[in-house]
């Protein structure tokens, strides 16, 4: 009897085990790892990660924006003289209308009508002279009509090519705003389930400059003006900056021109060893996706990243690509 209970016992935990068995696998007890929310340490690994990975994806639209401003540019000279030249095909229109409407009033000019209507020798050379300035002159009338023409249809032509090159990069530019946003707002959402704020605190008070003479000192105040200001991708202040928003106007503070990528400015720039480093120059990281401006000290202040503002970090903050002075 106590045999067959057992016997009874154990095909009872059998067929609850094959049930269990028999579940789905995406039924998942409460508390398993799956279901566990991750740790602030690998939340932050993931912001630092998209961060770094969005920051390329901004540095690229910057380079985008800097082409359609010089498209633009082009733009506006090439209309510039496309107008200039309108005006002068006109007045070349009206100059062969004019000859064609004496060309029917009178008739054509020939040597022959010349010869028969000429008085004496002297009305004859005469004649001959006019008519023969009179040919001359509608001949480069007609050669300056026509290369006008040829010049109107070239730079229509270049123009033309420059509006379709522009929106290509307008339509280009905004399938990359699309992909910014959506990344922006999921980097927000996961710096608010860490930190409690989508952004971080602009931190009140700052350190003033130190004084330091020259252009470089210049560029050193500048920044140090900007700490605490958020970062704002693809801006170069006055309210926000990108990482190269922020270096671009520093250096344009002190009238020099830089280009709104990282990568292009480590082109624009001499570039130095680590003994040569002076306040004011610009330290390149890895990828060349981000700079930042060198303020002594082993230190720099730049535009980090998403939810962040203009701080001072270590130097050795990132892998270094190397150091440039504009």
Known sequence: MRDARRLLHLLAVGILMGALVGVGSDVIAPGSPAEATPSASS?????????????????????VTEQLKANQAKENKLAADLGSLKAKLAGAQDAVAAIASQSYMTGPVDSFTTLISAQSTTDLLESLTVMDQFASTRRQELVAFNTLQQQYGTTKMQLDNVIATENAERNNLAEQKKTITAKLNKLYQERKQLYGSATESSGGSHPAAPYLPGRGGKVVSFAYA????????????????????????????VGVTLYHKASVQWTEVSHLSRSE??????????GLSHVAIYIGSNKVIHAPTFGEVVKISPINMESIYGYGRP
């Open 43 to 63: 939340l932050q690994q993931q912001i630092k990660e998209q961060s770094k990975a969005l920051e390329a994806v901004v540095e690229q639209y910057n380079g």
């Open 226 to 253: 900007q700490l605490g200001k958020p970062y704002g991708w693809g801006d170069a202040g006055p309210g926000s900056y990108d990482c190269s928003g922020l270096t671009m106007a520093a250096y344009r503070s």
């Open 277 to 286: 480093l002076k306040p004011g120059d610009l330290v390149f990281y890895s």
